[in-house]
Structure formats: C-alpha cells, structure tokens
C-alpha cells in the first residue's frame, strides 16, 4: 500500500483536504482520531466515518510485531508485514527510529547480511511510514532514520512520498529525517526537489575507489571524492551536515592510508564522520578492529579538524545487526519459495545490502 492509495481511498469517501489531513495526522503521530476538540462524528461526512473502521484495520496489518529484542542501545523488531514479510526496526535512544525501505536488498555489500538473498520486494510507502506509527505506539518518536534493511535510492519513489508524509502531517523536523544510501545520483537529483528535504548519510566505508568497488560490488560506480562533493553541494544547500557512514573492517578499511584520504576528502567539508566497528557476521570473512584501534582513528581525525563520532553498532549484544533477525526467522527454504513467488517482475540478485 502507498500513502496515496490512502488518499485517494478517503477521497472517495467524501473527504475534503482538512478531513484527509486529520485522518494522516492522526495514523502517522499514532493519535486517536477524537483526541481534539472536535469530534469525529461533528467534523467528518457520514460516508468517511463508515470507511474508517476498515481502514484502520488495514493499516493496523502493515506492520506488526513478530518479535522484540532488547538490547543495550535500544529494542530491536522483527516486524512482520501483511504479507508475512519481515523486515526490522530498531527503537534507537534518543527517541530515535531506524525503519526499512525493501525486504531484502540487492546492493551486494560483502560485510552485510541483509542482501544474502537478494531483492524480494520494495516496501510501499505506507508500510514504510506503518513502520514509525507501530514505533510510536510503544513511545515517542523523534527521528527517523531510513538505514534498515534496503538500499532507499532503489526505492526512491516510496521513500520520499513516506519522508514527505513524515516531514508534514508526521511531525518530525526535516533534518531529522535521515535518508541513508550507498550513493546514487538519482538521489542527488531528487532530494532538493521536495518539499521536505531531509538530511543525508553516505555510507562510503572507503577512500579507495577499487576497495569500494569490492566492498560494494553492486553500488553504482561513483568515485569517493566524487560522491563527496555530491554530497557536500546537497549539505550547503539544506544547511544539514553529510553523516559519512564507515563500517569499520579489521585490516580492510582502518588503516592509515585511509585516515590521510578521509583527511584529503573531508578537510574543510560540512561533514561528519561516523565510525561504526562491524557488527560480526559469521561466515563473511570480516572481523571488528579493536575499540582501541578505532577510538585511535577517531582521535586522529579530530586533531586533523575532522568532525568525527565513534558509534556502537545497534544490536551487537543480540546478534541483530541489520538482516540478522530475519535471517534467523526465516525457515530452510523458505527465501527459495518466496523468490519464486515474487517473479512478476522484481529481479532477485543473489547479493546484499550497505
């Protein structure tokens, strides 16, 4: 479902902008219609109070709780939705929100677990915005951030009409509103073009163009210092600073021939550099440096003018980093059957997520 399929569905019930703008403000702030002063049976028409019953189980159903895991740096959701998907979410601290944009992802990521099984369906944009509401009937929600499971720029047009949505009758302020990619250009198209234009985190993991490439088979091939300057236009013209995303990979990427290129891409850029120590997954070949190490490169940067925070990645207490409580979920044979039923045009690649 698309959040324009629920307009279009209270229009036809009679419903006039304000009455569609109440409805909206109520499902994505997870508020009861009659919490105002006015009373629904005052404000809306007849036919739109008879269809709202309905609809509401209906958008109860996007997105449900399968499980919850409790971390350290906050709960972590196996969220299941109507179709019995899974994807995940993570109640982050600071009243912050990690949501999902694709069941599965076809990016390739060598170190991450989401995209092992390909691509099985984009999220619509009601299901991704179900996912905030769901969130926000547990507690407050303040920020989201699109950096689950998926790659958002392979599901741009979803994505920004669930932003836009968020960004208006959701409440949330723009600039906490974080769309994660690994870099695409169609991004950088698109983004400046709404109405809410939301902060940006680049996952760029290396300076290295050739080492992107084998971290990031799939990625569009954008050149770090390339995608830097894309990003730092985007950053001068919001106002927002560009959140860099680095996983950090022992022996790979944490070198110091990485710190003088983060140094030569970031020096005077309106940027932040997050360091995030890999959340080990077995069978990847990828092991977590040190925090010593990595707090050491932190400490570089900073003396180099380099803005730069070193992050916990959610869920390492619980094994469930991105893709790790689906993947557990999910029954032997259960991806094959799935893939099969999905082949009405959606390409499963056999790859992964950033």
Known sequence: MRIDDIRQRLRGSGAKPCHEERVLRAWTQALPLDGGRCRSEDFFPAPLRAGLPALAVELAALAQVRSEHPGEDGARLLVELADGQTVESVLLPRDGLCVS????????????????????????????????????????????????????????????????????????????????????????????????????????????????????????????????????TYARATGYPIQYQWTLLAGVNDDDEELDGIVRLLTGKYAVMNFIPYNSVAGTGFARPSWEHAAAMARHL?????????????????????????ARAIAPGEIGQLAEATADGVVLARCGQA
Not at 314 to 323: I, K, L, N, S, T
Request: contains cysteine; glycine residues 12%; aromatic residues 2%.
């Open 302 to 326: 900073h003396r180099r003018g380099i803005l730069t925070k070193l992050r916990h990645s959610a869920g390492q207490d619980v094994d469930g980093g991105c893709g790790q409580l689906r």
């Open 101 to 232: 944009t694709q069941v599965g992802c076809a990016v390739g990521c060598a170190f991450c677990m989401t995209g092992r099984d390909g691509l099985l369906r984009q999220l619509g944009s009601a299901e991704i915005v179900a996912q905030v509401v769901l969130a926000r009937s547990r507690r407050v929600v303040r920020k989201v951030v699109f950096m689950g499971m998926g790659e958002p720029a392979h599901n741009l047009d979803n994505v920004l009409e669930a932003i836009a949505l968020l960004g208006t009758e959701g409440g949330i302020g723009h600039k906490n509103l974080v769309f994660s990619t690994v870099g695409d250009r169609r991004v950088f198209e698109r983004l400046p073009q709404g109405k809410v234009k939301p902060a940006l985190a680049l996952s760029l993991h290396t300076t290295r163009a050739a080492l992107r490439a084998k971290l990031m088979p799939r990625a569009p091939r954008i050149d770090p210092a390339e995608l830097v300057e894309l990003g730092e």
